[in-house]
């Protein structure tokens, strides 16, 4: 099987889009799928290109067996709706180019960047094969409540878009139930959804000792921390943890933000005005550290804005944190929030809501028992949720696609 898969995001890039798909194609690969890769020069969250990169109009590269080409386009900081859009769509316009001149069977393009998807659609109807749309966000839904942009017809009319794009893909790959459910109820066949949803590497996460040496480099000895690695993003709320934070009295609760995004700078600008000592910020790190970090943790932090929209979300932290038996604390209601009940995996506070925010941090740190309950409950979760057996189950769905 030949795989063109088309996406913004990809290592030495470290959020969850790239992630997700480097995980899913290297397991591919040992199926003997051949997998080319359109991305663009690495440069998220800041639009700055990675040391060793140049945004060049067409560049080559071989990571881990898989044939990666990288095409210029307009790049910018994770902020700021118009010149986002002008990176995503003239991302979409080169990589329609380049995909004319591949070989392949079949087409995946993932979201939330949009535009990816037009340009699988595009090709699709070209070069008349068939196309996947992997669905990781609600977009442009996700932008209303966000407030990134506040034009009503244009959105309403990118909605119009987005159904038209799932009914003629040969077939929706959903990360949650959730986002099936939404889809459904807006018309679109059930019988053409598969729900593959995150879940964590166990090979690279997995029970460890804390690295003391890190802990002492942090002067973050004899602390309960809570940490965050990921996004700071406009979606996550983040500032209103921060706002929270000077509430707690108790000074054995460190916080510690790993990332970068269009918050950062915010979040780092309240600490200070708030005089916060029990906070640290760092920049983000590459893949193969998180599990050093992730080891010196004692809680997992993962917020979003309170929002319908968001119910359909499951962070996809929660499944790094558990395969490291490390409690989620998950502000985030509906289908996260099942998960993390159902396998005792951690405690769910009510997104930006302060008291209960609080209350529930005291608890994971003063209630040993509940503590190590939850670490059991991770190990399960994480298991269900092993990254090889839901690579698998989409090759799968591959495979179906091309049979039909």
Not at 45 to 57: A, C, T
Not at 200 to 210: G, T
């Amino acid at each position: 099987m030949k795989i063109l898969f088309i996406t913004d995001n990809f290592p030495p890039e470290v959020n969850a889009p790239a992630t997700r798909t480097y995980e899913h194609c290297t397991e591919w690969i040992k199926q003997g799928a051949e997998i080319t890769i359109i991305t663009c020069t690495p440069n998220f969250p800041h639009g700055k290109i990675y040391d060793g990169y140049k945004n060049k109009l067409f560049q080559k590269e071989n990571l881990d067996g898989i044939e990666v080409i990288r095409v210029w386009s307009y790049l910018t900081s994770n902020s700021g709706f118009i010149k986002r859009i002008l990176d995503y769509a003239s991302f979409a316009f080169m990589a329609f180019g380049v995909g004319l001149f591949q070989k392949y069977d079949v087409i995946i393009a993932t979201s939330p960047q949009f535009f990816t998807t037009w340009t699988a659609w595009a090709l699709s109807k070209i070069r008349r094969k068939p196309w996947i749309f992997e669905l990781r966000d609600l977009w442009p839904e996700s932008i209303r409540t966000v407030g990134a942009m506040k034009q009503e017809r244009i959105l309403n009319w990118l909605e119009k878009v987005e159904l038209g794009l799932y009914k003629d893909a040969d077939k929706v790959v959903a990360v949650t139930d959730a986002f099936k459910r939404n889809l459904i109820e807006r018309g679109i066949d059930a019988d053409k959804i598969e729900v593959v949803t995150n879940g964590s590497n166990m090979d690279l996460f997995s029970p460890c000792e804390k690295d003391i040496g890190l802990l002492k480099s942090l002067n973050l000895e004899n602390k309960f921390i809570v940490g965050y690695i990921g996004t700071h993003g406009m979606a996550h709320s983040l500032d209103f943890i921060v706002q929270s934070i000077v509430k707690i009295e108790d000074r054995a609760i460190h916080f510690l933000f790993i990332g970068d995004g269009a918050m950062k700078q915010k979040m780092m600008e309240m600490a200070s005005m708030l005089l916060l000592k029990n906070i640290t910020f760092l920049d983000p790190i590459p893949k193969d550290d998180v599990p050093r970090y992730l080891s010196i943790i004692d809680v997992s932090l993962a917020p979003l804005k309170k929002s319908d929209t968001f119910k359909t979300v499951i962070p996809s932290k929660i499944f790094e944190a558990s395969a490291m038996q490390k409690p989620t604390l998950l502000g985030v209601e509906g289908q996260a929030q099942e998960i993390i009940e159902q396998y005792n995996a951690g405690l769910c506070f009510e997104p930006e809501h302060e008291k209960d925010f609080i209350s529930k941090v005291k608890l994971l740190k003063d209630d040993k028992i509940l503590y190590k309950n939850c670490q059991h409950g991770c190990g399960i979760l994480a298991s269900e949720f092993d990254r090889k057996k839901l690579s698998n189950k989409m090759l799968e769905v591959l495979n179906d696609v091309l049979k039909k």
